[in-house]
């Protein structure tokens, strides 16, 4: 056997050492990632625990890259992410553990679109979205609203909250340099409540004392709020999945909180923490 397949074998038969369940074993399940996610994750974790005594969950943040990069490094066992892998992450993947990952959808999202309680304005077309974000709407009147500044917030960039906006909304485009990153959902959110003029994007979970704006397809058809039944049917424009990724297929403990999360069970907790259930 040559050194670099005896390597490559060495580095596969890691990988699927750290996702079946031997680290796990020591020191429980880990899973990291999107910030959208955190709270649903830690609640997963709270009742699983609960009606598993002895088993360990540990769920931290952080965001769906830092999630993804703790996947290919092995710091992690499930990574949560709110935006499906990029092509290079996958290979990254495959060139450290021989595998491109595995994806598992575990509940749906309707991405909000949050503006102040104050604010007169009750819907946005996408194309208006696209361009308040893009920096050519600048003040509330060019979409029916009072006559002042739009103040903008968003997710970083290591988001994949930020990266589904970007790429659905913005069409790839970027940012406009006035938005002001901040570092998890629940800040936008926050932003949103102080400020009369701003408007923010992010987990419908996370709409509390803010509005969210009904959004349209286009200017002939009518405006949609996220629901659970507006993400299930289709017709909110801007409704995603949100997932766990694992290196290899799940086995051991890894794999019974996965089916435990996808279960019934699992699935009630999902509509209680603000999201949607898979159908």
Do not use: H
Request: with cysteine; proline share 5%.
């Amino acid at each position: 056997m040559s050194s670099r397949v005896y390597r490559n074998a060495l580095l596969a038969l890691a990988g699927l050492a750290l996702a079946a369940g031997p680290a796990a074993a020591a020191r429980g399940v880990t899973v990291k990632g999107s910030d959208t996610m955190v709270i649903l994750g830690q609640r997963w974790a709270e009742l699983y625990m609960g009606a598993k005594p002895g088993e360990i969950i540990q769920v931290t943040g952080g965001g769906s890259g830092t999630g993804i990069a703790a996947l290919i490094n092995g710091s992690t066992d499930i990574c949560m992410a709110s935006r499906p892998m990029k092509e290079d992450e996958k290979l990254k993947l495959r060139d450290r553990y021989q595998t491109r990952g595995v994806e598992i959808p575990v509940a749906k999202d309707g991405l909000a679109v949050y503006v102040n309680e104050k604010n007169p304005v009750r819907e946005l077309t996408l194309a208006q979205l696209r361009d308040i974000y893009l920096g050519k709407l600048v003040n509330w009147k060019q979409v029916g609203g009072a006559d002042a500044p739009i103040t903008l917030y968003g997710r970083e960039n290591s988001s994949g909250t930020y990266v589904y906006f970007k790429d659905n909304v913005l069409g790839g485009r970027d940012f406009s340099a006035r938005c002001q990153t901040l570092p998890g959902t629940a800040a936008v959110a926050n932003a949103v409540l102080k400020d009369p003029n701003g408007i923010g994007y992010g987990g419908a979970a996370y709409a509390k004392g803010v509005r969210d704006l009904a959004v349209k397809k286009d200017a002939r058809t009518p405006g949609v709020l996220p629901t659970a039944a507006t993400v299930k049917d289709g017709s909110y424009p801007i409704a995603r999945y949100l997932y766990f990724y694992t290196r290899v297929k799940p086995a051991g403990k890894v794999k019974e909180f996965v089916d435990w999360v996808r279960s019934p069970a699992g699935q009630a907790v999902v509509t209680q923490v603000g999201y949607f259930p898979l159908q």
